[in-house]
């Protein structure tokens, strides 16, 4: 594990000053080259090559953010996530080798909030990274800011200062990216909202080579809220349907 020498005494004026993210990733050239990215964006980092190792140091660190391989030494990053996410919530950004829709599917459900498939740009990832802080710092605003009652489209009910979610009068457990996704969906029932739109809207994020990663919460939420919920309109995105009246 490698420990940057960044002093964290709250001075930096950039905009990830102190903020602090843990790498976990065992090829030591991309490991590098993140950390090396990160800091020069302004982040506290530290490093952990392999699965344990990644769980004590999350433990002991308390990071803002975790940027998490799949495949690692020891036990995979599926276990890291479940294992840091049982300590305490923190968002996830998970790598993986393979474009494989599974790998993500699982990912997201155990907690990531979003992924990246290599090869990747140094940009890009900064550029996720500052997002997923982004909406930490919102959620906790919403947090703060209770709104009036709970938007109800017929079993599904949505509870914006609380950020639960029922189906059926059953909780449901949403990550918080699709806790926004959903909430993005709802604010426009019924409306057909395109992957762009929900990328700019959920994830700040402007450029269509994420649309992917929108189709993967999409499929991530529907298993969670049902199927039949979210209609998808080919070429264009995703509607949330509701009861007629």
Not at 89 to 116: C, F, H, Q, S
Not at 130 to 138: I, N
Not at 156 to 161: F, G
């Amino acid at each position: 594990m490698e420990q940057t020498h960044t002093a964290h005494n709250g001075t930096a004026a950039t905009p990830g000053a102190q903020r602090r993210v843990l790498v976990v990733e065992d090829d030591t050239t991309i490991m590098d080259a993140i950390a090396t990215r990160l800091r020069a964006e302004g982040f506290v980092v530290q490093t952990a090559g392999d699965g344990p190792s990644a769980v004590d140091t999350a433990e002991a660190w308390q990071p803002d953010l975790l940027i998490l391989d799949i495949m690692l030494p020891g036990f995979d990053g599926l276990e890291v996530c479940r294992r840091v996410q049982a300590q305490r919530p923190v968002p996830v950004l998970m790598l993986t080798a393979r474009d494989d829709e599974t790998d993500m599917l699982v990912g997201l459900g155990v907690g990531a909030d979003d992924y990246m498939t290599k090869p990747f740009s140094m940009r890009e990832l900064a550029a996720r990274v500052h997002v997923l802080l982004r909406r930490v710092e919102r959620a906790a605003v919403a947090a703060s800011t209770p709104r009036s009652g709970i938007l109800r489209l017929g079993e599904l009910e949505i509870d914006h200062a609380q950020r639960r979610v029922r189906v059926r009068s059953e909780d449901v457990h949403l990550t918080p990216t699709e806790f926004d996704l959903l909430v993005c969906l709802a604010n426009t029932p019924r409306a057909v909202l395109s992957r762009e739109q929900l990328l700019a809207e959920v994830w700040d994020w402007a450029d269509a080579s994420g649309t992917r990663t929108v189709d993967s919460h999409i499929k991530a939420l529907r298993r969670k809220i049902g199927a039949e919920r979210i209609r998808t309109v080919h070429g264009v995105g995703y509607a949330l349907e509701t009861p007629t009246p």
